[in-house]
């Protein structure tokens, strides 16, 4: 596609539920990240996934959170058991390559936990 | 964790003046990259400067780096009111495979 997309755009969820995230990132990008923005505050980094490399995933905020991509491509972020603490926008980009490169970003998908 | 830190958290000026924004970080980069978001979603890349660089500019934006100090700084000149926006900076570690990490941001207000 043209650029990053994401979905869903708004995602509203009871606490307890679980929930999946998930992001189409530009083709050819070989760099893909997660990251989860709070109302007011800068990007927290969640995970980072580099070709075939094993991802960092040393953001992840605790074992309810976790991500894959599948194929180089697709990325899917879920959260497990979520709570309201979670309610933020989860935002994903990608890049050709590593933190030397311009990143894309999605729109974001924004995530209420009631 | 947060490699950078932008400062000041706020800046309100008038159209036509000059907005300076600064950022700190930690440890060795490869390279900064300033980032500007407009209503809290997708944010959208300025200008990137790499640690053998002192300054940059593209357009209005002119970007320094020290890396001594550890430190960058952005200027906008002559602001326009769809300025108003926040920035981010941005850097990568000097380790291969890290990821992109940001700051907490510097929300511009410019009025006209």
């Known amino acids: 596609g043209a650029g990053v997309s994401q979905s869903p755009s708004n995602k509203v969820t009871e606490k307890g539920k679980d929930v999946e995230l998930r992001c189409d990132p530009i083709?050819?990008?070989?760099?893909l990240y997660w990251y989860r923005q709070s109302l007011g505050q800068g990007l927290e980094f969640l995970i980072y996934f580099q070709g075939n490399s094993a991802p960092d995933k040393s953001g992840l905020p605790s074992d309810r959170f976790s991500a894959e991509r599948t194929g180089g491509s697709v990325s899917t972020l879920t959260i497990q058991r979520t709570q309201q603490e979670d309610s933020a926008v989860y935002l994903c980009?990608?890049?050709?390559?590593?933190?030397?490169?311009?990143?894309?970003f999605g729109q974001g998908t924004r995530l209420t936990v009631v | 964790s947060q490699q950078g830190e932008e400062d000041p958290q706020a800046l309100s000026i008038q159209e036509g003046e000059n907005a300076t924004m600064n950022c700190s970080y930690k440890t060795s980069i490869n390279n900064l990259q300033w980032y500007r978001q407009n209503s809290g979603r997708g944010l959208v890349h300025l200008i990137l400067?790499?640690?053998?660089?002192r300054e940059k500019h593209s357009g209005r934006l002119r970007v320094t780096l020290d890396t001594s100090k550890k430190s960058s700084s952005l200027l906008i000149t002559a602001s326009r009111a769809a300025d108003t926006a926040s920035y981010f900076c941005?850097?990568?570690?000097?380790?291969?495979?890290?990821?992109?990490?940001f700051g907490k941001g510097t929300t511009l207000s410019v009025s006209s």
């Open positions: 941005a850097t990568d570690y000097n380790q291969a495979g890290t990821a992109l990490i």
């Open positions: 400067i790499r640690s053998n660089e």
């Open positions: 083709s050819g990008h070989t760099a």
């Open positions: 980009a990608s890049s050709l390559g590593t933190g030397g490169t311009e990143a894309f």
